[in-house]
T-cell receptor, first 115, second 111 residues
Framework: DTEVTQTPKHLVMGMTNKKSLKCEQHMGHRAMYWYKQKAKKPPELMFVYSYEKLSINESVPSRFSPECPNSSLLNLHLHALQPEDSALYLC??????????????FGPGTRLTVL | TQLLEQSPQFLSIQEGENLTVYCNSSSVFSSLQWYRQEPGEGPVLLVTVVTGGEVKKLKRLTFQFGDARKDSSLHITAAQPGDTGLYLCAGFQGGSEKLVFGKGTKLTVNP
């Protein structure tokens, strides 16, 4: 099973809303990632969690707040977003033994629209 | 500066034709991964290449990693409409833990 699941599939929110994106994997992976992908662009790394600890934060604005409650779950809490934050948000996971050589497996993404 | 350059950017061919897409860099990569992505979906892993000169085959797809680990190619034989999608190469440069992506090749295979 190489499946990473993400909910919701689509999300529309106002700039004053608070919402969360969820990601789950049951492959026993110990590294999990959030990426942002704008239309016609490649994915861009936002955060990396390794063994439930935040390992990389790519200078993401504080209106995005990641959380890793356990090794199988990864959340992204959203608050006071801007319309330019509208994008496809992708979660990925990898074994986590050596991040710089790990193969990453991606979920289907959450399409976020900020009005 | 784009670390991974993919070419061509767009490719439209007829069913049954062969094609090759390229992923090039001036930097050495410890590994390269190829993904296929459909609109509104996440990238699906096709292959990971690790060893310089390595060739991997996945049915009609052949992947090659350059001897110097700076480039890779994907060759598709007898393309089918189901091969349509965005092909992304991605890799870890040197000792970095950040996966960097090329801009992708958008392939359309017409019936």
């Amino acid at each position: 099973d190489t499946e990473v699941t993400q909910t919701p599939k689509h999300l529309v929110m106002g700039m004053t809303n608070k919402k969360s994106l969820k990601c789950e994997q049951h492959m026993g992976h110990r590294a999990m990632y959030w990426y942002k992908q704008k239309a016609k662009k490649p994915p861009e790394l936002m955060f990396v969690y390794s063994y439930e600890k935040l390992s990389i934060n790519e200078s993401v604005p504080s209106r995005f707040s990641p959380e890793c409650p356990n090794s199988s779950l990864l959340n992204l809490h959203l608050h006071a977003l801007q319309p330019e934050d509208s994008a496809l948000y992708l979660c990925a996971s990898s074994q986590g033994r050596t991040l710089r050589t790990d193969t990453q497996y991606f979920g289907p993404g959450t399409r976020l629209t900020v009005l | 500066t784009q670390l991974l350059e993919q070419s061509p950017q767009f490719l439209s061919i007829q069913e049954g034709e062969n094609l090759t897409v390229y992923c090039n860099s001036s930097s050495v990569f410890s590994s390269l991964q190829w993904y296929r992505q459909e609109p509104g979906e996440g990238p699906v892993l096709l292959v990971t290449v690790v060893t310089g000169g390595e060739v991997k085959k996945l049915k009609r797809l052949t992947f090659q990693f350059g001897d110097a680990r700076k480039d890779s190619s994907l060759h598709i034989t007898a393309a089918q409409p189901g091969d349509t999608g965005l092909y992304l190469c991605a890799g870890f440069q040197g000792g970095s833990e950040k996966l960097v992506f090329g801009k992708g090749t958008k392939l359309t295979v017409n019936p």
